[in-house]
């Protein structure tokens, strides 16, 4: 795909996960290669895919025109040392790995909503449909407790 751009580039992209694109960035510095275009020409050949809704620098999000929800989900999502170059959010109710329908990294109300249960001493029975995050479990069980949060935290206690 970016061979015919690069020919002397073999393997740009190392891994395709969770929905991102990691690319080698030690053989694109090595060539003298610019990571910045490489990483435009595999997001405007991503949105050529009739399976992908949108594909976005990932260090470039927030001022991509993606709806709010979703791009809140990808700024949030993302780390410097761990994310891929690009994110890839597929069009509703597709998924290109499998026949098994989707995984819980897609953003849609289908994927993304996931039981979580609390239960035990203190625990007052009760349910929510208020959407919420990974990162409010850590300080919802510190208020459990009745502990500091730890530092880095940025979630909110869910009750």
């Known amino acids: 795909m970016l061979k015919a751009k ?9 891994w395709v996960s969770n929905y991102q694109v ?4 030690q053989k694109i510095d090595s060539l003298g290669l610019d990571y910045a275009a490489i990483k435009q020409d595999a997001v405007n ?6 399976m992908v809704q949108y ?10 025109s993606i709806p709010e929800e979703i791009k ?14 690009v994110q890839v959010i597929q069009k509703p109710a597709h998924y290109s790995n499998g026949m098994k329908g989707t995984t819980h990294g897609a953003w849609n109300g289908y994927d993304t909503h996931i039981p979580l249960v609390f239960m035990g001493w203190g625990i007052q029975h009760g ?14 069980v510190c208020a459990l407790l009745h502990i500091q949060a730890p530092n880095g935290c940025i979630g909110e206690p869910i009750f």
């Open 127 to 140: 349910a929510s449909t208020k959407p919420v995050y990974m990162t409010d479990i850590a300080p919802t």
């Open 55 to 64: 594909a976005c620098d990932m260090e470039k999000a927030s001022i991509e």
């Open 22 to 25: 990691f690319f080698d960035t």
């Open 72 to 85: 809140y989900r990808i700024i949030n999502g993302y780390n410097r040392e761990r994310s891929g170059g």
């Open 45 to 50: 050949l991503l949105k050529k895919n009739k």
């Open 6 to 14: 690069y020919p002397s580039a073999d393997k740009l992209v190392t």
